[in-house]
T-cell receptor, first 111, second 113 residues
């Protein structure tokens, strides 16, 4: 069974640019969440989507946005990149409101 | 304000012995708790969870204990194996989970041969 897949695995962007990260959930999972993990910290919640609707949003600026498609895949968009946006971005999918299963992440470096 | 705290950044345990990882939380609204294991360059892997209506949950070598009055949970790994060396994250969820999971900073477990 395919797990949560994220693309790309690594990305280097310049300050001020825009980035789009992609996530495909486990088959049958309708909920997708996004997290940011910076070095030395635990993952921090950014967004949760269920059935294509935003269900929750963490404490992140409006430069961060996301959407979920009819096939339940999801995109995370970040505008006007800052150096501080450099992090591992994790996508998680859930069948219910309990366990979340994570992808391998996208390592974003902003230079 | 950290709502989930893992106060030990690292823990070294001899192979075959018990590993005990601790986690404290402050938010009384948390009703579901999870432990994840993370290797470098990989995403977190779900290990075990516990609902706030229980005080213990076991899965093979892994047992999670929850003490609601102390707002404390712990993960026991018995016996510890070399492959258990990783960073372990404690996470908590409130209500229906729309606010996602709140994670601690993690504990790096090192299993010594």
């Amino acid at each position: 069974d395919a797990g949560v897949t994220q693309s790309p695995t690594h990305l280097i962007k310049t300050r001020g640019q825009h980035v789009t990260l992609r996530c495909s959930p486990i088959s049958g999972h309708k909920s997708v969440s996004w997290y940011q993990q910076v070095l030395g910290q635990g993952p921090q919640f950014i967004f949760q989507y269920y059935e294509k609707e935003e269900r929750g949003r963490g404490n992140f600026p409006d430069r961060f946005s996301a959407r979920q498609f009819p096939n339940y895949s999801s995109e995370l968009n970040v505008n006007a990149l800052l150096l501080g946006d450099s992090a591992l971005y994790l996508c998680a999918s859930s069948f219910s409101t309990t366990e979340a299963f994570f992808g391998q992440g996208t390592r974003l470096t902003v230079v | 304000d950290q709502q989930v705290k893992q106060n030990s950044p690292s823990l070294s345990v001899q192979e075959g012995r018990i590993s005990i990882l601790n986690c404290d939380y402050t938010n009384s609204m948390f009703d579901y708790f999870l432990w994840y294991k993370k290797y470098p360059a990989e995403g977190p892997t779900f290990l075990i969870s516990i609902s706030s209506i229980k005080d213990k949950n076991e899965d093979g070598r892994f047992t999670v204990f929850l003490n609601k009055s102390a707002k404390h949970l712990s993960l026991h790994i018995v016996p510890s194996q070399p492959g258990d060396s990783a960073v372990y994250f404690c996470a908590a969820r409130a209500g229906g989970g729309a606010d996602g999971l709140t994670f601690g900073k993690g504990t790096h477990l090192i299993i010594q041969p």
